[in-house]
């Protein structure tokens, strides 16, 4: 495996030169024969790199000058950015690992899932936290411009962009938390990752709280998850997901047995009775008070006078032994 990531590893780094080269090389009408060199041999790295999640149609792309602008903006972050996630027996694989090594800027960032062998993109929050940075962003609501009113394939794939509105997905959800593992005694175990979630309301009134994640079961166990433990205080130290398997508008697989919670609330979630969270919850109106069939979280209730509306919700993950 090592030998494997290695090979990769400079397989991606010759395809990445090969992008800046050619672009340069090709929209400045240096040499037509060796932009077609380079070409050429880019889509032959392109070839060895199929499963990596980079794709032809990006050196198509590279062919028509009209997307110079374009090309010349993404290929900066992107090189920038790959060049912070590649460690010597491999890439990094969460958030918190590409803020250690030097990146500390929010942003989208390349990552290396390594059950699944291929890269993904996420958005990475480097300030979230004042004293622990990198937190890997699994779902973020900020103006109810995507739909999370969505069965159970979108929610296991993921939807919406990074950059604003959206759900990575419940896969890769399960694959980054496990991303970290120990050996010990010839036994592997797998180090979950700290759950955030943060909050804000159309009053200004915000908080952060910070959870343990005992467990997170695969697609076979419709991703039951168990008790998020929380490191915290007050109204909040309870748990936002008890118990309960991921229920979607298309999959009943809530504990109540004469309700429908899913298509009830209209999105996807770890339901628990209907009642005590739905970060995924139709987004409401800023004149609403927070109520169960919009995006609800109970420990908001004994913080203040008034139940204002959620404005502002996200999830992340830390990997604190990353």
């Known amino acids: 495996m090592l030998h494997q990531n290695r090979n990769l590893r400079k397989w991606f780094l010759d395809f990445l030169f090969l992008l800046l080269t050619f672009h340069w090389s090709y929209c400045k009408a240096v040499k037509a024969d060796q932009a077609s060199r380079l070409l050429h041999r880019a889509q032959k790295i392109s070839e060895s790199l199929r499963k990596g999640n980079l794709r032809n149609w990006q050196l198509r792309n590279l ?16 090189a920038e950015n790959a ?25 989208i960032y390349p990552i290396w899932l390594k059950e699944r062998f291929q890269f993904t993109y996420v958005y990475c929050d480097m300030e979230l936290v004042s004293t622990k940075k990198g937190w890997t962003t699994i779902q973020r609501r900020i103006n109810g411009e995507v739909n999370f009113n969505r ?3 979108d929610y296991v794939r993921g939807f919406g962009n990074p950059r604003g509105e959206f759900w990575l997905g419940l896969e890769n959800i399960y694959r980054f938390s496990r991303q970290t593992t120990t050996v010990s005694e010839g036994f592997t175990s797998i180090i979950t990752p700290d759950l955030g979630i943060d909050l804000e309301d159309w009053d200004g009134f915000s908080t952060f709280l910070q959870y343990e994640i005992y467990f997170f079961g695969s697609k076979k166990s419709n991703y039951y998850s168990t008790v998020f433990s929380l490191n915290g205080r007050g109204c909040f130290d309870g748990s936002p997901i008890y118990f309960g398997e991921f229920s979607t508008p298309d999959a009943d697989n809530d504990d109540v047995d004469q309700s429908y ?8 979630w770890w339901i628990h009775r209907c009642l005590q969270s739905n970060l995924n919850a139709p987004y409401p109106k800023q004149t609403h008070p927070m109520k169960s069939n919009e995006i609800f979280y109970e420990g908001m209730f004994c913080q203040k006078n008034k139940d204002t509306a959620l404005r502002y919700v996200s999830m992340t993950f830390y990997h604190t032994k990353a």
């Open 63 to 78: 062919q028509n000058c009209n997307y110079k602008q374009q090309m010349y903006a993404n290929s900066i972050e992107f």
């Open 83 to 107: 060049r912070k996630f590649v460690i010597s027996a491999g890439f990094l694989k969460e958030c918190t690992s590409i803020y250690a090594s030097g990146s500390t800027s929010s942003g």
């Open 151 to 153: 069965g159970w394939d």
């Open 261 to 268: 919670c899913g298509e009830d609330m209209k999105s996807g």
